[in-house]
Structures are given as C-alpha cells and as structure tokens.
C-alpha cells in the first residue's frame, strides 16, 4: 500500500532534491528551503512505500493560492513509474486542492518533456500557452497547463493511507 503525508521538513526536503536529481527536475538550494518552510500556501505530498522500507518515491510540490494552485513539480522515481503513483499523488493532491476551495490548476514544463505533458493531458490539463525561451541550461520554450479542478472524484478508491498535513 502506498502511504501519503503533507510534510515540509528539511529531512523530506533533502528527499526531494534526490528525486528532483533522478527524475531531471531543478533540485532546489538550502535558501529556497528556508523560504518554502516559511511558505504556509506551500504543500507537499510525498509518497511511500512502507512495504519496501525505502526512502520517498515520489512527491508533488504545489502551491494553494486559492482559488488557484500553481504545481512546481510532480515526480516520481525512474524505478517506480508506470505504477500509478503519480496518478495517486495528482489524485489526492487534487482533492486537497478541492476541499481548500481552488478551483484552477496550471503548471509550466520544458517543451521536450512530452512524457509528463502526456501524463497531464491524461488527466485533464490542456495548453494555453507558451513561454517562448523560459528555461536556461539547455534553453527552452516553457509549455503552460492548466485544468478546471474536478468537483468530484470519478475514480474508483485505491489503497492509500493519508496523513493529514500538520496544522499551522
Ligand atoms: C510524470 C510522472 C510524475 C508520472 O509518474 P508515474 O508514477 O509514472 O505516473 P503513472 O504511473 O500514474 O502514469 C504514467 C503512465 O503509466 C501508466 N500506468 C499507470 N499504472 C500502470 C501500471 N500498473 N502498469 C503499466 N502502466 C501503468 C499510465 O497509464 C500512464 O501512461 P501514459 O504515460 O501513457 O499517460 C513521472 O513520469 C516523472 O516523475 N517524470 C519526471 C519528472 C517530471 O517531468 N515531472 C513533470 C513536471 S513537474
């Protein structure tokens, strides 16, 4: 069973660098860390694999502006894709989203990263727009997504436990 938690603690922020690293997403510096835990519309979901005893294998990161939600990154492991769990994430992070009263999601994402823009399309994002030259290091058009949030969730329950995020 896959579990799920909200946690913004350094120990899970050094996680994240790690699957930012295996995955070709930007990891971040100890700065930004700082100010992300000082961010209370920051969230992250990670996902675990108790089973497995192993450290993170995925996480969303996003920000909740209600009634706006922008995600910086979704990832999972190289080693564990193709098993739902980025669906998983999306799913719940979706209905966190919902029940905090955003109503729109948008992302941006390198032009060459059709694998995610196909995951994100699967899941109801569409284009609307593009950032010509956006990124550095290869330089790149930045492809935006948005969808409308789901006011229900059509999918039958998985198996997942949730731990909610910390208050305050
Ligand atoms: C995008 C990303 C998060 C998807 O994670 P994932 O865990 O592989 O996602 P899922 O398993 O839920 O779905 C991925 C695909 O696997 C398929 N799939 C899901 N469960 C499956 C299973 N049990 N067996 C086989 N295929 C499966 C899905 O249908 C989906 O197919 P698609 O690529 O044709 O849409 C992952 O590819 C990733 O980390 N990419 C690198 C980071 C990145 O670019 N992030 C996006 C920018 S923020």
Redesign the pocket.
Known sequence: MTRLYHDRSFAVFRQINRLARA???SPYSPQQFTAMQADHTLCCLVAELPRFQRPPV?YILYQLIVPEVE??????HPL?????????LWRIAQRHMREAGATECR?E?RRS?T??Q??YR?HGFQEHGVRQDYYREPPEDAILLHCRLLTDDPEPPVQFSLDLPPKG
């Not at 564990?80 to 998983?88: A, D, P, R, Y």
């Open positions: 995955t070709g997403l995925g995600i910086y990154d979704l990832a999972v564990w894709q193709k098993h739902g769990i980025g669906s998983l992302l994402m990263n694998k995610a196909r995951f699967g």
